[in-house]
Each structure stands twice: as C-alpha cells, then as structure tokens.
C-alpha cells in the first residue's frame, strides 16, 4: 500500500514545465515571461487590442515551482464615440509539482476574480488560448493539469497536457461549470532557434457544451537568458466549420534566471 502510494505521489509530482504559459522556453525554470497577443477581431477594434499575459516562476526546490500571472487586456475602437477600455485579468496563483525520475509534471492553481464586465475584458478572453480563462468576469476558477514530455530524436521533445477546471461565480444566479484542457506541442531546439508547433484545446463540459481550438507556431531566439519570439496561429474551430481562417499573431519574451 505504502508502495502504491508514493508511486502515485511521484506520477502528480523532470524539471518544472512553467505553468500556464505555453509560450516561453520549454521545461526552464525561473523564468519571467511576458506575452502580448493580438487576436483577430471586427473591423471596428483597433489595432493592437488585445492581451498580455506576465508570468513569473520560481523553483522552491527541485520539486516544488511556484507560478504567478497577471493578465491585462486593452481595448480600443476605429468607430468614433466609443470609448476604449482596459482590464486587468483574473491573477492566476499555482504550484507545479514534478520528479525528477519521471517525466510528468501536475499543475494546480486558482485564479480569482479582478476582471470587469467591459470591452477590453471581451477581446482579452480571445487571446487567453491555452490557458485556464483569464478574463471571466466575476469568476472563480480551480485547476488541475498534467504534464507529459518526451524526447524525440536529438533535438526535439514532445509534451502533452490535459485535466479539468472548475469554475463558480459571485454572480449567485450563475451556474457552476466544468472545463476540459488539453494541449499537445512539438518543440525543436537548436543553437540558434527553439521552434514550436501548439495544437490546444478548450471543452466546456456543461451546458451549454462548447469547445475552442487553436494551432499555434511559435520561433524565439535561442539565446543564453534571455529568448525574444513570436507566435502565429488560427482558430481550428473556424477554419473546419466555416473554412473560415481567424489569425492572431503575438511577441513573447522569456528571461531565465538562477540558470543551473
């Protein structure tokens, strides 16, 4: 029994795989991260609306990594009278916990509710793919996700990532839900480049059940601490039903610090 139980306590628990964000330096610890992400919107929002996403991590032991992010939307508009908006995202407060004889990584975290019921927080909510939702107004949201990495060939490693959310509202006369996350990613690293390809999905899991698809291709710079980039991608979801292509397109910056 003793046994069962610390083999299932080091499959939960490979170096940390920085939580919620999909688009810093792959399996790097300490990092900061900024995002800034410009999803594709009507003719009437402005250019450069959108979100950025700034996510800290820092290694309490070589189990234990904390991770903190707060998101910020902006919103602008081309029709004139309409006010532009800002918003500051729901904060996410995690832990990721690994092993560093398997290759698995468990994240658990919460976010909690900051972000108000405007324009910004609306386009914001369309930039926060592969993330537990980081602009639901007046919601509390509760997450658990495991990681899977595995090496392909000499340059290149795969991971998977997939568990659920749960999600209430201050709003009392607004139901509770359940959400399905899951991600796949391909990353090449060489001397110069680390180059990604992110398939990543959302299922609400209550009614009204929908889903939310993305593939994304990321480059950054390969450089020894600090990692400039950028990342395109699609909606899946329109481009299947609708053949319809939505792009967005981003900067990502990484900095790594406390480098072994």
Do not use: K
């Not at 069962?4 to 964000?21: E, N, R």
């Amino acid at each position: 029994m003793r046994t069962c139980l610390a083999v299932a306590l080091l499959c939960l628990c490979v170096a940390p795989a920085s939580a919620q964000t999909l688009w810093s330096r792959p399996y790097q610890p300490n990092q900061i991260a900024l995002e800034a992400i410009v999803p594709d919107a009507d003719d009437d929002v402005a250019p450069l609306s959108g979100a950025s996403f700034f996510t800290w991590t820092v290694s309490l032991s070589d189990n234990v990594e904390l991770a903190t992010e707060l998101p910020f939307a902006r919103y602008a508009s081309n029709t004139s009278g309409v006010n532009s908006s800002t918003a500051i995202g729901n904060p996410f407060v995690g832990l990721g916990l690994s092993s560093t004889r398997i290759p698995f990584l468990f994240e658990i975290g919460v976010r909690v509710p900051t972000a108000p019921a405007n324009n910004a927080s609306l386009i914001g909510g369309t930039a926060d793919m592969g993330r537990v939702p980081a602009f639901g107004s007046d919601e509390v949201s509760i997450t658990g996700l495991l990681n899977w990495r595995t090496e392909i060939g000499r340059f290149s490693t795969a991971r998977f990532r997939a568990g659920l959310g749960y999600a209430s509202y201050t709003t009392p006369s607004i139901p509770r839900d359940w959400r399905a996350h899951y991600d796949a990613q391909l990353w090449r690293e060489t001397d110069r480049f680390i180059t990604g390809l992110t398939l990543t999905g959302r299922a609400l899991l209550t009614t009204p059940a929908t889903t939310q698809h993305h593939a994304v291709l990321s480059v950054m710079g390969n450089w020894n601490w600090v990692q400039p980039g950028l990342l395109v991608g699609t909606s899946l979801n329109d481009l299947v039903q609708n053949s319809e292509f939505v792009p967005f397109g981003g900067l990502t910056l990484s900095i790594s610090y406390l480098r072994p």
